[in-house]
T-cell receptor, first 107, second 114 residues
Framework: AQRVTQPEKLLSVFKGAPVELKCNYS??????LFWYVQYSRQRLQLLLR?????SIKGFTADLNKGETSFHLKKPFAQEEDSAMYYC?????????WGAGTKLIIKP | DVKVTQSSRYLVKRTGEKVFLECVQD?????MFWYRQDPGLGLRLIYF???????EKGDIPEGYSVSREKKERFSLILESASTNQTSMYLC?????????????FGSGTRLTVV
C-alpha cells in the first residue's frame, strides 16, 4: 500500500546549522513526491516538487529510489524556516501525506 | 489574491448540530478535496470530488457528507456533530489530473464541537 513516513514529529536546530527533514515512502510505481510547508497562521503551500529539481528558499530534496526516500535539506537554517513540513506522494488524483514534522529554528 | 476561500475561520458548534463548511475556488479546478488536520496525524482525506455532482470517499468519511452542485463550490457537511470532530478542516483544489502542479489550499476552518 502507498505510504509516506516522516519519522520525526519535531526537529529543533540552531540558526545556521544544517537541516534535514526525513521522508520515506512506500510505492510500487514511479513516485512523484512533494514537500509542503505551513508557516504559523498561514495556509499550507507547496514548497517543492521532485520533478522540478528546484531549490526553493534554499531547500532541496533528492529522490533516492534505492532508499525510497525524499529528504528535505538546507545547509544553513534560518529562523524564518520554522514551520510545519509535510511530505506527500502522488497517487492517482490524490496526495498521500506524511504526518508532518514541526521544525523549530533556535536563535 | 485568494484563490481558495473557506467561509469561516473559526466555528463553535454544539453536539448533534448539523454543520456546513463551505469552500469556493476561483481557478476553474476540476478536483476539490476536504481534509482534516490533527497534530501527529497529518492530513487525512475525508472526501474528494473530481467533477460536479461527483464525489469519492477518502480515508475517514464516516460522519461526513459532501455536496458539489457547482464546479467552484465544495461543501462539507457534518450530519450530527460530535466532539471527536473537533479539528482543523482544510479544503484544497487542483486542476484535472495535474496533481503535479500542486494543491492550492484554503486557510482552514477550526471547528470546535462542544
Amino acid at each position: 500500500a502507498q505510504r509516506v513516513t516522516q519519522p520525526e514529529k519535531l526537529l529543533s536546530v540552531f540558526k545556521g546549522a544544517p537541516v534535514e527533514l526525513k521522508c520515506n515512502y512506500s510505492y510500487s510505481g514511479s513516485p512523484e513526491l512533494f514537500w509542503y510547508v505551513q508557516y504559523s497562521r498561514q495556509r499550507l503551500q507547496l514548497l517543492l516538487r521532485h520533478i522540478s529539481r528546484e531549490s526553493i528558499k534554499g531547500f532541496t530534496a533528492d529522490l533516492n529510489k534505492g532508499e525510497t526516500s525524499f529528504h528535505l535539506k538546507k545547509p544553513f537554517a534560518q529562523e524564518e524556516d520554522s514551520a510545519m513540513y509535510y511530505c506527500a506522494l502522488k497517487w492517482n488524483y490524490q496526495l498521500i501525506w506524511g504526518a508532518g514534522t514541526k521544525l523549530i529554528i533556535k536563535p | 489574491d485568494v484563490k481558495v476561500t473557506q467561509s469561516s475561520r473559526y466555528l463553535v458548534k454544539r453536539t448533534g448540530e448539523k454543520v456546513f463548511l463551505e469552500c469556493v475556488q476561483d481557478m476553474d479546478h476540476e478536483n476539490m478535496f476536504w481534509y482534516r488536520q490533527d497534530p501527529g496525524l497529518g492530513l487525512r482525506l475525508i472526501y474528494f470530488s473530481y467533477d460536479v455532482k461527483m464525489k469519492e470517499k477518502g480515508d475517514i468519511p464516516e460522519g461526513y457528507s459532501v455536496s458539489r452542485e457547482k464546479k467552484e463550490r465544495f461543501s462539507l457537511i457534518l450530519e450530527s456533530a460530535s466532539t471527536n470532530q473537533t479539528s482543523m478542516y482544510l479544503c484544497a483544489s487542483t486542476p484535472g489530473s495535474q496533481v503535479n502542479y500542486g494543491y492550492t489550499f484554503g486557510s482552514g476552518t477550526r471547528l470546535t464541537v462542544v
